[in-house]
Nanobody, 115 residues
Framework: RFSCRASGGGLVQAGGSLRLSCSAS???????LGWYRQAPGKQRELVAT???????NYADSVKGRFTISTENTANAVYLQMNSLKPEDTAVYYC??????????WGQGTLVTVSS
C-alpha cells in the first residue's frame, strides 16, 4: 500500500516551509519517484521527479524553492518546500513508477499557504 504524509502541519504562512513525506509499504523496483499537485479548478501538474535516484526534474514554478530527495531502502520520497506562496496551495500526491512502467499513486495531502 502506498501512503503520503505531511510534516509540520498542513497550514503555513507565505514564506514558510513544509516537508512532505511519502512511502510504499510493499516492495518495488523503482524507476521514478515524484510529487504532483492539483489546485482547486486546475488539472494535476508535475512538481518534481527523481529518476534512478539521481536525475531530478522540477516545474519552473518551484525551481529553487523545492527539493526532492529519496531514501531508497525505505521506498521513501520527500519534498522540502521553502519560501511557500499562496499559489502553492493544492493537494499534493506522491507517484511511483516502477521499471515495468507501472504507476502507483498515494493518497493526497492538502497544503494550504495563507497570505
Amino acid at each position: 500500500r502506498f501512503s503520503c504524509r505531511a510534516s509540520g502541519g498542513g497550514l503555513v504562512q507565505a514564506g514558510g516551509s513544509l516537508r512532505l513525506s511519502c512511502s510504499a509499504s510493499g516492495s518495488f523496483v523503482i524507476d521514478t519517484l515524484g510529487w504532483y499537485r492539483q489546485a482547486p479548478g486546475k488539472q494535476r501538474e508535475l512538481v518534481a521527479t527523481i529518476r534512478r535516484g539521481k536525475i531530478t526534474n522540477y516545474a519552473d514554478s518551484v525551481k529553487g524553492r523545492f527539493t526532492i530527495s529519496t531514501e531508497n531502502t525505505a521506498n521513501a520520497v520527500y519534498l522540502q518546500m521553502n519560501s511557500l506562496k499562496p499559489e502553492d496551495t493544492a493537494v499534493y500526491y506522491c507517484n511511483l513508477e516502477d521499471v515495468y512502467s507501472m504507476e502507483y499513486w498515494g493518497q493526497g495531502t492538502l497544503v494550504t499557504v495563507s497570505s
